[in-house]
Structures are given as structure tokens and as C-alpha cells.
């Protein structure tokens, strides 16, 4: 029995972010709770593939990750409590306000009416199935052997925002700014995007854009590690960049978070190339 150096990195994950709870300190022992049973259940998914039914378990390790993302996720919003004082978001509006009015983003996108922004809620709304839809890819090309290394990547830069927001604090444009920079068309899926923050968002920290890193993780991982079907790997990587795109134009982030968000996915691929390649970590079968 061993663990995967995917499940390595969320056990490692969680015991940063129970270290980070305990200081601040804001619901320190749920915290703590999360860090021991997640490492105990990957635990369980291990021996069991190690013990018998080892397609099962074998495939539940594959895709186990992604659910405990979704955790990582709604965790950080305990920290919702943390006070803030509005500086940083003051300096990135008006580096935005240069993006949209100056530059023209805004008159870009609208200018074919509801078309340009409608696809850019759209793009935005699928980031959700990014991770999963990457390791369907891998399955389809039959390059499951590769799944972990490439679930290294995108954790790397999915838990890598998140491991950011405590230290930066900070509320959506949308939110702070009220009407101001808001898209002139407002289309269903827009109103679908802001239903499902409002409702199933977190509201601890927009920097960096947690949805631009796992989306440039994703694209980085294909990239990397299925390099003769490059063709996934480059759609992923220009469909990360319209989300970028969509975070600054639909005001769910500021450009400032976009660009970490791009910053922290780099930092991702090169930690995986650091550590992954020479200790020739690979993916169980």
C-alpha cells in the first residue's frame, strides 16, 4: 500500500490548512477534523486497492481528488470573517477600469450583442467541470496510466489559490463596487453564474482567481503529459484564457486575480516538472 503523490499533496494540503485555521484562528478544530479524515480515507482507498477489488478502488483513487477539491474549496469559506480594509481592491479597479473602458473589453465582447457575453458566462460556468473533464480525456485516449501526474499539476494549482486567500481577503468586484463596471446584457447565464455564487460560493478571497489557475493546471497537465494528442492540451489552454477573460469582464474577478491566477499555474507546471520527473513519480495503472 502506498499513496500517490496526487493524494500526498492533499493530505499536505489539508495539514496547511488546519496550521492556517489554528492561527487565525476561525473554526480551528473542524479544520483539524478535515486534515485527519482526509488522509485516513485516502488511506482506506489505497489498502483496498492493495487488499482486493483493485479495478474499484484503483478507479475511485482516479477521480477521489477531485471531490476533495470541492472540499478544499468550501473550507476557505470559513474564513469569510477575516477583516479587510478594501486597499488592494481599490488599487485593482481602476486597473480594470483601463481594461474595459480604455482598451474597450467591454464595447468587444457586447458588441455583437448578447453573444459575446452569454458564451463568456458559459465559458465560465464550465470551469466546474474542468478536473473532471480532464481525466475523461485521459481515459478516452487510453492515458489512465497518466492520470495522477496530471491530477498533481492541477491540484498544485487549484490548492495553490487557495492556499493564497487567507492572506489576501478581499470581496468580488461585483460586490463591492455595486452597479459600476457591470455588463450592460445581462443574459440567463449569467443570472445562472451569480445563482450558483451567491448561493454555493465561497466569500473569504477572490485572489488569486482560483478558476483561471485550475484552468491553465488543466491545460499545463494535458500539455505536459499527453504531448501526442497536443491538440487537447491547446484547446484547454485557449479556453482558459477566455476565462480570464469572462472572471474580469462579468466583474466575478479583478484582472489582478486573473493574472495570479495564471502565475500560480506556471508555479504548478514547474513544481511538477521539479518533482514529479526526477523522483519518476508515475501513475498507477
Request: net charge positive; glycine share 8%.
Amino acid at each position: 500500500m502506498r499513496l500517490r503523490s496526487s493524494e500526498w499533496l492533499l493530505a499536505g494540503y489539508f495539514a496547511y490548512a488546519a496550521l492556517i485555521f489554528l492561527t487565525f484562528p476561525l473554526a480551528p478544530w473542524k479544520a483539524v477534523g478535515v486534515a485527519l479524515t482526509v488522509p485516513a480515507l485516502l488511506a482506506v482507498l489505497a489498502l483496498g486497492e492493495s487488499q482486493g477489488h483493485h479495478e474499484f478502488f484503483s478507479i475511485t483513487r482516479d477521480w477521489a481528488p477531485l471531490g476533495l477539491t470541492l472540499v478544499a474549496y468550501r473550507e476557505m469559506d470559513w474564513l469569510a470573517a477575516l477583516p479587510r480594509d478594501y486597499l488592494l481592491e481599490l488599487r485593482w479597479v481602476t486597473w480594470d477600469r483601463s481594461l474595459l473602458y480604455g482598451l474597450g473589453l467591454q464595447r468587444v465582447v457586447e458588441s455583437l450583442g448578447a453573444v459575446g457575453p452569454a458564451f463568456l458566462e458559459l465559458c465560465y460556468a464550465l470551469v466546474y467541470a474542468v478536473g473532471p473533464f480532464t481525466v475523461a480525456v485521459l481515459y478516452f485516449q487510453h492515458r489512465r496510466s497518466r492520470v495522477n501526474a496530471v491530477l498533481f499539476l492541477y491540484l498544485v494549482g487549484t490548492l495553490g489559490a487557495y492556499a493564497l486567500f487567507p492572506f489576501f481577503p478581499s470581496d468580488p468586484p461585483r460586490v463591492l463596487f455595486g452597479a459600476t463596471d457591470l455588463p450592460h446584457i445581462v443574459t440567463a447565464l449569467r443570472r445562472f453564474n451569480l445563482w450558483l455564487l451567491g448561493g454555493y460560493g465561497i466569500h473569504s478571497s477572490v485572489f488569486p482567481s482560483a478558476h483561471v489557475s485550475s484552468a491553465f493546471s488543466a491545460a499545463w497537465g494535458l500539455l505536459l503529459f499527453m504531448p501526442e494528442r497536443r491538440g487537447y492540451g491547446w484547446g484547454m489552454l485557449v479556453y482558459a484564457v477566455i476565462v480570464a477573460i469572462a472572471t474580469v469582464y462579468g466583474r466575478y474577478h479583478y484582472a489582478a486575480d486573473a493574472a495570479a491566477g495564471l502565475g500560480v499555474s506556471l508555479a504548478a507546471g514547474l513544481t511538477t516538472l521539479v518533482v514529479l520527473r526526477p523522483l519518476r513519480l508515475r501513475d498507477p495503472a
